[in-house]
């Protein structure tokens, strides 16, 4: 892909996202102004201090997920819909936005492991939509570190968890201080 065509896709991007922020915003003002928007907000699980990162973040979160989920055979229809939420707000709200296109648009990119905050998540719906395929999509820990180096290594599964479960943290905290 040459340089023109980068800048041509990121403007797209840019464009395609502010119209659906710009969308959102008009949806949201009409539901506050009706009374309704509390309770629209309950039924999917959120609360008003969440509504501005949502606005941020939406733009091309569902692109990325479903790319995501379609890339590794997951379907999201078989997924709980907690489960899918979560993924949604952890995407919408992640760091790695710019190395997660590259790795959906390059067929033998790095392992989604290394940066996707979803690793966990993913993983598990891959082991109970596709068990042959789990063990060969999980990471290895690295090579040089391990359980006979005389230090205690939690497990790579346990780690993906903990960085999660961290990424979630400081993703409440933010949310938090945004309004």
Do not use: Y
Not at 17 to 35: I, N, T, V
Not at 151 to 176: G, N, T
């Amino acid at each position: 892909m040459t340089t023109l065509q980068d800048l041509q896709q990121t403007i797209s991007r840019f464009v395609k996202g502010g119209r659906k922020r710009r969308q959102l915003k008009r949806e949201l003002a009409q539901l506050a102004a009706m009374g309704e928007l509390d309770a629209v907000l309950a039924d999917v699980g959120l609360v008003r201090s969440q509504v501005g990162a949502l606005i941020a973040g939406s733009a091309d979160r569902h692109d990325r997920l479903d790319k995501m989920l379609d890339r590794l055979g997951i379907d999201p229809a078989r997924l709980p819909i907690e489960s899918l939420r979560d993924m949604a707000w952890t995407c919408m709200n992640c760091r790695g936005k710019r190395r997660c296109r590259r790795w959906l648009s390059d067929s033998k990119g790095p392992d989604f492991h290394s940066f996707c905050p979803n690793a966990v998540e993913l993983d598990d719906a891959l082991s109970k939509q596709h068990p042959e395929l789990a063990s060969s999509m999980r990471q290895a820990p690295p090579a040089a570190r391990g359980p006979h180096d005389g230090i205690s290594h939690p497990h790579a599964d346990e780690l993906r968890r903990m960085q999660a479960d961290a990424r979630r943290r400081e993703v409440r905290v933010l949310l938090d201080s945004a309004l």
